[in-house]
């Protein structure tokens, strides 16, 4: 038995949202897909920071995930999930079946026509899509008034702010961020698919990112320090590098070329045999 309350309808989940809501109670939800780590539970403590209940939903979105990978094959454990939401201060868990968010007939998507052949975008071009059309949907079903994301998907967090103005949701945005293991490596779910060689090979990717920002801080041209972080991150072992950019920090619009005088987000993702990684950090 899982150690947190948790409900699976909407119908429930509104039923006690709005019990919550008559004492008074703000109310933040954190949206996920399970197999939770310290990353999740860092989002579910700065919720608490801003909210009285924390609710937290779990759902593995279909609509994400391209044909060619890897659905089937993501990790769940949603009572382990449960125990470290209950141990983190997480007040309910929203865990839907398939039909609860699409039901029959479900014809609805929500595009977010920013940054399109961009980054994340231009590797899965469906991908925000699925992530605007059920982040949209958690928000309307649950209609918090905080809502927390990590920085670990910081395209991710530009398209769900640019969504929630656009549509006049009536909800804050919270970026909580990056939760990284000792050696430099963040917290991602995926990282349970990386063999232990490939396990040993992984930082290098925050090494070379970490490089990038010293090298931009320090007055370097933006094309030259993408280039050596790009070979820094293959000669490491890595597969393939997917991209190294470094984009205005709000809507991710293209800076330089040569040096840059203003704040900046340095964005990449790699593959590590059948794993892509991905990472980001300010400059
Ligand atoms: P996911 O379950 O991978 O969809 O992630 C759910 C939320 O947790 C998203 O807002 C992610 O950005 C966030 N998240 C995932 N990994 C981390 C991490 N290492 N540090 C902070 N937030 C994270």
């Known amino acids: 038995m899982p ?3 948790t409900v699976r309808t909407v119908k429930t989940l509104r039923h006690q949202l709005g019990a919550w809501r008559d004492h008074g109670a703000r109310i933040a939800l954190v949206p996920t897909m399970g197999a939770l780590h310290d990353g999740h539970l860092s989002l579910v403590r700065l919720a608490r920071n801003h909210a009285d209940k924390v609710v937290t939903s779990l759902f593995v979105n279909p609509a994400q995930f391209s044909p060619t990978e890897d659905l089937s094959r993501y990790p769940r454990d949603e009572a382990g999930d449960g125990d470290l939401l209950a141990a983190a201060g997480c007040d309910l ?3 839907p079946a398939g039909d609860e968010i699409y039901p029959n007939g479900f ?24 992530v605007a059309t059920v982040v949209a949907k958690l928000l ?13 998907d910081y395209q991710q967090l530009q398209v769900i702010r640019r969504m929630v103005a656009d549509l006049d949701l009536a ?9 990284r293991n000792r050696d430099g490596l963040a917290l991602s779910s995926r990282n349970a698919y990386l063999s232990p060689e490939e396990r040993q090979v992984a930082p290098a990717l925050f090494k070379a990112l970490q490089g990038a920002v010293v090298a931009l801080n320090a007055g370097g041209a933006v094309e030259a320090v993408e280039r050596q972080a790009h070979s820094a ?6 597969d393939a590098v997917d991209y190294i950019e470094t984009r205005r920090p709000a809507g991710l619009t293209r800076l ?28």
């Open 3 to 5: 150690t947190i309350f």
């Open 93 to 95: 868990l929203y865990a």
């Open 107 to 130: 014809a609805t998507v929500v595009n977010v026509n920013e940054q399109l052949g961009s980054m994340e975008d231009a590797i899965r071009p469906e991908h925000f899509a699925g």
């Open 140 to 152: 309307i079903q649950a209609m918090p008034d905080v809502a927390v994301f990590g920085e670990k």
């Open 171 to 179: 909800v804050d945005i919270l970026a909580g961020a990056i939760v």
């Open 233 to 238: 991150i293959l000669a490491a072992g890595f």
């Open 256 to 283: 330089g070329p040569g040096v840059i005088a203003e704040p900046a987000r340095l964005l990449a993702a790699a593959r590590l045999g059948k794993t892509r990684l991905l990472d980001n950090l300010a400059v």
